[in-house]
């Protein structure tokens, strides 16, 4: 009974804790908007004393606050961390609390790039999770990799797509796709995209075998599956329309009298674009139901098909 009484009374401490780390969070969120120093100014020390040694359900509490919020932002990407987000915040809590929660990495970077598109900070997380990869897990015991982080490839996947779609920053992309290509279990295909992610071809195979990783773990019906849904649609008409140019450039690069001419004319262009279509069976829309069309003085096919540039191709 006396055993019973003392975890009640533990249960109770620990809940209370919980309700009041959720407050300050709460309390603070106009500060934190407006603070540029707020890093600093969460109590991590204090979260870990008012635990009353049951850290990790604390961080279980937080992680339960934080992953429900799918208010997607319809604003342009940030270009540059805001340490002032309070979802940013407690990711960057949840994992310093817990550092090797992993599901705390990918889950929170696919948060922090499609619903509040702010991408730099779920890059900033992930390479937060590849430094656990390079200084900690060396360290630890072989079963415990291989229970907790299984899929550190996983990780190092995620931060290769961030660095190359979001950031079009194709050598650490490169990298780190190494790096995740020699982790255990990593899937072949990584070491043969890594090779090739500075080509589109290798590019657009990595992003769309990512994207599809990332919607099948996502309920369906829910708005972050919808909103990766539409990150692919995105990514499939510009692997098409890529594909289209590039055929288009090869089809020019074999007729005598484009080859001869300094220049070509408008209605010129417009001619080899019609043969262009008879040729390769090319209709008037693309597969999406966009209208196609050619700026005749750039020679750049394009699409009525909405749809974002995916690392400045098309």
């Known amino acids: 009974m006396k055993g019973a009484l003392i975890s009640l009374g533990s249960i109770s401490m620990l809940l209370a804790a919980q309700a009041e780390i959720g407050k300050w969070i709460d309390r603070n969120k106009p500060q934190i908007q407006e603070e540029a120093a707020v890093a600093d100014r969460v109590p991590r020390l204090l979260v ?30 940030r270009k540059k961390t805001d340490p002032r987000d309070p979802f940013y915040q407690e990711f960057d809590l949840i994992t310093d609390l817990d550092p090797l929660y992993q599901t705390a990495y990918i889950a929170g970077s696919i948060f922090l790039s499609v619903i509040r598109r702010d991408p730099p900070a779920a890059v900033s997380l992930l390479e937060k ?13 072989a079963s415990f990799r291989a229970r907790e982080w299984s899929r550190s490839w996983d990780l190092l996947a995620q931060l290769g797509y961030n660095y190359l779609y979001e950031l079009d920053d194709a050598a650490s992309a490169s990298r780190v796709l190494l790096e995740a290509s020699r982790q255990p279990g990593a899937p072949e295909y990584l070491g043969m995209i890594a090779q090739r992610v500075s080509e589109p071809d290798g590019a657009y195979q990595l992003g769309l075998r990512l994207l599809n990783g990332q919607i099948n773990a996502q309920p369906e019906g829910s708005d972050l599956r919808r909103e ?9 008409v510009s692997q098409y329309l890529f594909n289209l140019n590039r055929d288009f450039r090869e089809f020019l690069s074999k007729i005598p009298e484009y080859r001869a001419q300094v220049s070509v ?3 010129q262009m417009e001619r080899f674009w019609s043969a262009f279509r008879r040729k390769a069976d090319v209709g008037a829309k693309d597969p999406f139901g966009g209208t196609l069309s050619l700026d005749s003085k750039s020679g750049q096919v394009a699409t009525t098909t909405p749809h974002e540039r995916v690392f400045g191709l098309d």
């Open 265 to 267: 004319t408008p209605d």
């Open 228 to 236: 990766l849904e539409s990150r692919r649609f995105q990514l499939y």
């Open 129 to 141: 999770g590849e430094r656990v990869i390079r200084t900690e897990l060396p360290k630890l015991p």
């Open 48 to 77: 870990q004393a008012v635990s009353f040694g049951n850290l990790p359900a604390v961080v279980d509490g937080l992680w339960i606050r934080a992953v429900p919020r799918t208010d997607i932002v319809n604003g342009p990407k």
